[in-house]
């Protein structure tokens, strides 16, 4: 069965600082990997996927992520954290092939201190 | 522009009562999903449709119902059998057998009054 594991709960940074917040995944195959952000009361919009090829993908709002296949990993990333990141962040799979479903990770609220 | 709406944005149930949760999407999307986020929590998936007249049950479909006889919309009817109905219900699309993302509506959250 698939699954997304985001091993954080909350991750704190400092304004300016670097920041991370991890995922790793289980599945057969290849899948498609996403990232979304969730505001309060809002739904979640996209901020970037990995479909093949380079393994540093670029997306919205100057965020990042980087794959490893080895790992199975797809770690968002943004070199200088804004207090308005502050969100919910939840990382996802998609398998190729018709008709299939997303599978969300739990989810890591991210809080970037002014 | 493109997207989902779900409406209304706030809904409050009464014990014993049916209430429906509005989503339609201009998108062309064949893919409809209905989630169910808890505070603090993921998303668990309630029904998802690929094709008009046609749905699947997700993880937690006990106590709702969907009905989908257009493309466009794909209303979630929340009966009285679901006893814990109080959550954020986000509604999203897609296309099939694509690389693409989810698009999310803006979410209906529901109160037992």
């Known amino acids: 069965a698939q699954s997304v594991a985001q091993p954080e709960d909350q991750v704190n940074v400092a304004e300016g600082n670097p920041l991370t917040v991890k995922c790793t995944y289980s599945?057969?195959?290849?899948?498609?990997l996403f990232w979304y952000v969730q505001y309060p009361n809002r739904g979640l919009q996209f901020l970037l996927k990995?479909?093949?090829?380079?393994?540093l993908v670029k997306g919205s709002y100057g965020f990042e992520a980087e794959f490893n296949k080895s790992q199975t990993s797809f770690h968002l990333k943004k070199p200088s954290a804004l207090v308005s990141d502050s969100a919910l962040y939840f990382c996802?799979?998609?398998?190729?092939?018709?008709?299939?479903?997303?599978?969300f990770g739990p989810g890591t609220r991210l809080s970037v201190l002014p | 522009d493109g997207g989902i709406t779900q409406s209304p944005k706030y809904l409050f149930r009464k014990e014993g009562q049916n209430v429906t949760l509005s989503c339609e999407q201009n998108?062309?999307?064949?893919?409809m999903y209905w989630y169910r986020q808890d505070p603090g929590q993921g998303l668990r998936l309630i029904y998802y449709?690929?094709?008009?007249?046609?749905?699947q049950k997700g993880d937690i479909a006990e106590g709702y119902s969907v009905s989908r006889e257009k493309k466009e919309s794909f209303p979630l009817t929340v009966t009285s059998a679901q006893k814990n109905p109080t959550a954020f219900y986000l509604c999203?699309?897609?296309?099939?057998?694509?690389?693409?993302?989810?698009?999310f509506g803006d979410g209906t959250r529901l109160s037992i009054l």
């Open positions: 999203a699309s897609t296309e099939i057998g694509s690389n693409q993302p989810q698009h």
């Open positions: 599945v057969s195959g290849n899948p498609y």
């Open positions: 990995y479909i093949t090829g380079d393994n």
């Open positions: 996802a799979v998609r398998d190729r092939g018709y008709g299939q479903n997303f599978v």
């Open positions: 998108l062309n999307h064949d893919a």
């Open positions: 449709s690929q094709i008009v007249n046609d749905f």
